[in-house]
């Protein structure tokens, strides 16, 4: 990543060591000499003090003295001479004590006196100044003065070593410093990684959460704030889950409810132009024969009788159409109820045939069919009957020619397909997709002449689809079959 939050902890923390060593190096480039004067400063005080005392209680000579002149001479680093009233050398550190000798007389007598000594401190039995010596050309802390009882004394400390002690530590302290920069930005590098990836599996997971993929879960156990905020994107993904779930299944039925809106308006759009139109020749065909009645046009009793007849008729065949749309309107809404039950299918056509038996008689139609056992299905008993009795009147309609109506039980593994065929005219090609329609006539004036109004076949769809079996028709030479399937038990 361009902005790696790992990368950035490293180079932060980095800095900040690098940083902190700096100011380490600065403080103690520029303090550290003043301080390590100051504490020089403090050593020769405390030396002068337990010099000072053993010379008042006269122990300079005993053995305890010794290891504490030794102990302070080596700890601090300071050469010490002590004189007598006399000038002669009581004690000394140095076994060339010569030059601390004349170095106090000349400081005592006041006989070398250089002017670019830096004083540190002055009191009325001792003074106390840093002196470079001409030389060595090194530099020396010197405190020299008069002892309570008289006796003359000299400390001396070289500065040389504090300011290579200072350098050491600084070229070691930078050393280290840098080193330790290193290292720590690596170590940082690999423990800010349990951090960042975390991080980084939240980010995978939120960007696939962008694109409506919830299977993504956070699995960290850890009891960070990261495992926490882990738990609540897992929280989230299940609610917007579940809210996009909702909303789709919302969202669908809204379109469902939309669809059947407008699928109802042209449906109520349909049915008012279609009625319109099937019942306005026999409202016209009853009202001219009604007012010819009354008007009393034919006074003769059996014009009046043949009047009254095609009122009648009309009526009839109105109240027929009418029946038919309401059944078909109830199954396009789905207001019916669909009562699967087990019967048998042959006994149902059979019985149905034999009450049909008179008007094939009496139309002169050769009705067959073979004999078949009984074969049991699941449907709806009523709507198999009344899709059976669209499909044979449709049959006795257009029965022609040899004047055959064939009816057959076909049956397969899982259904059983009864078929009604007869001779005559096939159904043209261009008509066959529509005849399912409601109010779709092929031949209109065939039709008028037995009374059809269209809708038959409409109602044999609407009733194969609600109980989810298959429908058709096949055309032949001499002849068309419809059939429709149905499940067996």
């Known amino acids: 990543m361009k902005y790696s939050i790992r990368k950035q902890f490293a ?71 002590l004189l007598d009233t006399e000038t002669r050398t009581i004690k000394t550190s140095m076994n060339d004590y010569e030059i601390l000798s004349r170095q106090l007389l000349d400081y005592l007598f006041e006989r070398e006196r250089d002017f670019d000594d830096k004083l540190l401190k002055k009191k009325e039995n001792y003074e106390m ?171 003769d009793e059996e014009s009046r009788n043949f009047y009254c007849e095609v009122i009648v008729d009309e009526a009839s065949k109105m109240n027929h159409i009418v029946k038919k749309l309401l059944t078909l309107n109830q199954l396009e809404f789905g207001n019916n109820t669909v009562t699967m ?41 009523f709507m198999v009957e009344e899709i059976f009795n669209n499909y044979f009147s449709n049959a006795l309609n257009h029965v022609a020619e040899s004047k055959v109506i064939d009816v057959k039980l076909t049956q397969k593994e899982n259904t059983v397909r009864v078929s009604v065929f007869n001779t005559g005219i096939p159904i043209p090609e261009e008509s066959v997709p529509h005849i399912w329609e409601k109010f779709y006539k092929v031949d209109k004036a065939r039709t008028r002449e037995y009374g059809g109004s269209g809708v038959g076949l409409s109602i044999v769809k609407a009733m194969m689809e609600s109980m989810n079996q298959e429908y058709g028709v096949l055309n032949y030479e001499n002849g068309v079959e419809f059939w429709f399937e149905l499940e067996r038990s």
């Open 129 to 299: 100044r840093m002196k470079l010596d001409e030389r060595t050309q090194l530099e020396y802390v010197d405190m020299w003065g008069v002892l309570d009882n008289g006796n003359l004394f000299l400390f001396r400390s070289p500065l040389e070593s504090i300011k290579d002690s200072v350098a050491l530590a600084n070229r070691f302290l930078a050393y280290v410093g840098v080193g330790s920069a290193i290292f720590s930005a690596l170590i940082i590098l690999l423990v800010s990684r349990k951090i960042t990836e975390p991080i980084m599996e939240l980010t995978r997971i939120s960007e696939r959460m962008s694109h409506l993929d919830f299977d993504a879960q956070y699995t960290g156990n850890s009891k960070t704030e990261i495992a926490l905020l882990g738990q609540n994107i897992n929280e989230l993904s299940r609610t917007l889950e579940a809210a996009i779930s909702e909303l789709k299944s919302a969202n669908n039925e809204l379109k469902r409810d939309i669809e059947k809106k407008n699928k109802t308006d042209e449906m109520r759009k349909e049915f008012l132009s279609n009625i319109s139109h099937e019942l306005k020749t026999p409202i016209a065909l009853i009202q001219g024969y009604a007012e010819g009645l009354m008007e009393g046009i034919n006074e």
């Open 341 to 381: 039950e087990r019967f048998d299918i042959t006994a149902l056509i059979r019985n149905y045939l034999q009450s049909a038996a008179i008007l094939c008689k009496q139309k002169e139609i050769n009705l067959q069919m073979d004999n078949y056992p009984p074969i049991h299905v699941w449907a709806d008993e």
């Open 11 to 81: 180079l932060v923390f980095g800095l900040l060591m690098a940083g902190t060593i700096l100011l380490c190096w600065f403080i103690n480039n520029t303090f550290l000499e003043k301080y390590y004067l100051n504490n020089k400063q403090k050593a020769m005080m405390s030396a002068y003090s337990i010099v000072n005392k053993a010379s008042n209680e006269d122990a300079i000579g005993t053995e305890a003295f010794d290891i504490e002149f030794q102990k302070i001479c080596g700890k601090n680093n300071i050469n010490i001479i």
